[in-house]
């Protein structure tokens, strides 16, 4: 499918825009890095349970993720559910070595860190003012 692997390199971008429901119903955006991702599926990213964007999740997991196309008018916009992992398993799938300056109150074992894992539902590739739809389960 062509627009699968033209979605899949805009996935590839380290910095996504992660979207989440406030508790007034109000979408919120935040920019986020990309820890690990496995095609257009899953996404991981490294926060804090203490986090404003952590806490919208538990009370509504409805999430996306875009992705930005640069200069050339392109994007990638995908709907699913974002679920807060604190297992140590997960922890360690994401964990660099450079956030032990982030998570000074014990690394990976540091109970404010936490694994944000997004499933993507569908998606949308966006390209020169032209939009296509595609499923993803």
Not at 69 to 74: L, R
Not at 79 to 93: C, F, H, V
Request: net charge positive; hydrophobic share 35%.
């Amino acid at each position: 499918m062509k627009i699968i692997n033209k979605a899949l390199k805009l996935a590839k971008n380290k910095i996504a825009f992660v979207g989440s429901v406030s508790e007034n119903n109000a979408p919120n955006v935040k920019a986020m890095l990309v820890a690990k991702h496995y095609g257009l599926k899953t996404f991981y990213f490294a926060s804090n349970n203490s986090a404003i964007r952590t806490e919208q999740y538990k009370k509504i997991n409805k999430a996306c993720v875009y992705f930005n196309g640069g200069f050339i008018y392109k994007g990638l916009m995908l709907e699913g559910t974002m679920e807060i992992l604190n297992d140590i398993e997960n922890k360690k799938l994401i964990w660099k070595n450079g956030m032990k300056s982030v998570y000074k109150n014990g690394g990976i074992n540091d109970p404010d860190y936490c694994v944000l894992k997004f499933t993507a539902k569908n998606g949308r590739y966006y390209y020169w003012y032209k939009t296509e739809t595609f499923d993803l389960d």
